[in-house]
């Protein structure tokens, strides 16, 4: 039960939803008008006090809020998570981008490292998420991610070359 603000001597219910409607006296209304009648404002200044409240303009001009984006740095699972999903994400693309539309069409190469990788990558994952912690350990000590990374960039480069 929510007390009505707008009297003290009583205290009925009121429910609150996308608009109000206090049950005691009958008042009804939408944010603006329960903050008029809460402050003893006029529509306006209500109006204008809940822009001012909440950071918003009340004429359609709004300032200039600069944030500053604060990332925490990624710890070594967080990295190789990453990692391995663009290369996921991009193996697949290739798949798709590189199909041969017909059987005699020769294989392009990023179509064949898209076949030969994609597997490999989506075990990886597997155990960064759901493997033992001494494969989890082994994952994160080795250096497959890496030299995977390295055959990835490979075909990237003769991608881009021709």
């Known amino acids: 039960m929510i007390c009505c603000p707008f009297h003290a001597d009583r205290n009925p219910s009121m429910k609150v939803d996308?608009?109000?409607h206090c049950f005691g006296c009958g008042a009804d209304g939408d944010v603006i008008d329960?903050?008029?009648k809460l402050f003893q404002l006029s529509l306006r200044q209500a109006a204008e006090?809940?822009?001012?409240d909440f950071g918003l303009s009340a004429t359609g001009t709004f300032p200039l809020?600069?944030?500053?984006?604060?990332e925490k740095p990624l710890n070594q699972k967080e990295q190789f998570y990453k990692i391995l999903c663009g290369y996921r994400s991009l193996l697949a693309d290739w798949r798709i981008t590189y199909a041969p539309q017909n059987p005699e069409d020769p294989l392009h190469p990023c179509f064949i490292a898209s076949i030969h990788y994609a597997d490999?990558?989506?075990y990886?994952?597997?155990i960064l998420l759901q493997g033992s912690s001494h494969e989890k350990q082994q994952l994160l000590n080795g250096k497959e991610?890496?030299?995977?990374?390295e055959a990835i960039e490979r075909c990237k480069e003769a991608e881009e070359a021709a």
């Open 145 to 149: 991610v890496t030299a995977l990374g």
């Open 34 to 36: 329960f903050a008029a």
């Open 49 to 52: 006090k809940l822009a001012s």
């Open 65 to 70: 809020i600069r944030y500053k984006l604060v």
């Open 120 to 122: 490999r990558v989506q």
């Open 124 to 126: 990886l994952l597997d």
């Open 18 to 20: 996308s608009r109000f």
